[in-house]
């Protein structure tokens, strides 16, 4: 029961509970004080309307702060009553539906990532049946070829027509491959540690270093590089894909060049993979992430490798764009959440 | 300009090895159109409109019909398609969408774009010569 000074006239043992304070310490305690700052000013409002003669809700939700600080939400209902000695007091019940709130506020969560989820699996499952169902007609023309060719004792054919079998059965394997990897990568991490970024550089440079030296690419890895905190399998395979990315896109660029390095953006460390090559038209940015979009279908790769970096750098919490014109080179810049800020380069 | 429709069909199919299967498969069948293939959306445009490595209208005689898959890099086979249909002196051309599954959604995009007809890869070329 609350006074027209705002105090608790009576409090029972159950809101004592709920609250964390003694009866004791309740009565005569401004109601107000265990309020949260929303819950207060609302409060404030329905005692202007009410003395205004408004109609003010019977019930309506509370949130109040716990002696502890912890929030807790309540149902009140209130209703205006006079006391043994006559006077108007409010007389209020305070049902706490915390633990009703917070199941709540998990199911609409879990609802949304699961549609979120779904909606991935359709695409995925589309995207997938069509690009594996291609490789596959091929190699239905061309065994029906191979078998007309053979009986008809055209050597050069049959070769050719073996050719294109193969081709198509790497290519399915090759798909395959990078699925698998896809799918792992939101289920299987390396425990995060942290790690040099300039050593990921190294290790991502090495690893492509035979198509670097068939393209004839200068890689320059910037010094002083910040250590950063995250799988250092998957971040090595990030730097790795945009580099050899980088290197195939190097077009007629005679002195083609890749840096590595990172800068300070507002608060955040922003990780850089820049190149000199052919660029990337802007109403393709966001489609080089899609999976199997590749721009040019002509190209090597399967157009997987982007999503997964993309899977990858989300997964640690970051995001990823590219920055590019046509004939200008591209930079793909990624942030990693869990990198020390402050990094003066 | 040449606008009398002629025996040539034009291809715009992106992956070569499902390109050379439709043009084997038509010579093995006797169809004696002759076939121009394109690898991309752009280049079926450049062909359609004399122009780039297609200027020079003889060239590039108007096709009879068109054979457009839909999974096109660059410019899409639906805006491709969206593009013959609403240009008036490509309209008339009857295009027929290549696609590898009769439950593609792009299938029901591809009607409303007024595609005049469809074909389950890998080609059928009964019902190919049926169309036409």
């Not at chain 1, 609302?42 to 939700?61: S, T």
Request: with cysteine.
């Amino acid at each position: 029961m609350i006074d027209d000074a705002y105090r608790f006239a009576y409090a029972n043992d159950e809101l004592g509970r709920i609250l964390h304070y003694s009866i004791e310490e309740l009565v005569g305690m401004d109601f107000r004080n265990v309020l949260s700052d929303e819950s207060r000013a609302l409060v404030a409002d329905y005692y202007i309307r009410r003395r205004r003669g408004e109609q003010i809700p019977l019930r309506y939700e509370l949130s109040i702060v716990r002696r502890d600080g912890q929030m807790r939400y309540g149902e009140m209902s209130a209703t205006i009553v006079r006391d043994a000695a006559g006077r108007m007091r409010t007389m209020g019940q305070f049902v706490d539906i915390t633990e009703r709130k917070q199941a709540e506020s998990e199911r609409e969560a879990l609802i949304a990532e699961l549609e979120t989820k779904n909606a991935e699996l359709e695409r995925f499952t589309y995207t997938v049946s069509h690009d594996l169902k291609s490789p596959l007609i091929t190699i239905g023309g061309f065994v029906g070829f191979l078998e007309r060719d053979a009986l008809l004792g055209d050597t050069d054919r049959v070769k050719a027509d073996v050719v294109r079998i193969n081709d198509a059965l790497a290519r399915m394997q090759l798909l395959l491959d990078e699925l698998l990897e896809l799918s792992r990568i939101g289920r299987v991490m390396n425990p995060p540690e942290v790690v040099s970024f300039e050593a990921i550089a190294r290790e991502a440079v090495e690893a492509v270093r035979g198509r670097i030296e068939m393209h004839d690419v200068q890689v320059e890895i910037a010094p002083d590089l910040p250590p950063i905190y995250g799988d250092q399998a998957r971040l090595v395979e990030v730097v790795q894909n945009l580099v050899d990315n980088a290197s195939k896109f190097m077009g007629d660029q005679p002195q083609p060049r890749i840096e590595i390095g990172a800068h300070q953006i507002e608060t955040e460390t922003v990780f850089y993979v820049r190149d000199n090559g052919t660029g990337i038209d802007p109403q393709y940015h966001e489609k080089v992430f899609g999976l199997f979009d590749k721009i040019n279908p002509a190209s090597e790769g399967t157009g997987v490798g982007l999503a997964i970096v993309k899977r990858i750098v989300e997964t640690h919490g970051g995001r990823i764009w590219v920055e590019s014109e046509l004939g200008k080179g591209a930079q793909f810049c990624f942030t990693l959440p869990g990198s020390p800020v402050g990094y003066q380069p | 300009m040449t606008t009398e429709p002629n025996n040539t069909i034009l291809l715009v199919e992106d992956n070569s090895a499902h390109a050379e299967i439709v043009i084997r498969s038509f010579q093995d069948h006797h169809i004696t159109n002759r076939i121009v293939h394109v690898l991309d959306g752009e280049a079926a445009l450049d062909y359609l409109l004399h122009r780039g490595q297609f200027s020079g209208v003889d060239n590039s005689p108007r096709p009879r019909v068109i054979l457009l898959d839909l999974r096109l890099p660059k410019i899409g086979g639906l805006q491709l398609l969206h593009e013959i249909k609403t240009q008036e002196m490509l309209s008339g051309i009857p295009v027929v969408i290549l696609t590898t599954s009769e439950a593609e959604q792009d299938l029901k995009l591809a009607y409303a774009n007024h595609a005049n007809s469809y074909l389950v890869k890998p080609v059928d070329f009964i019902k190919f010569s049926q169309l036409i």
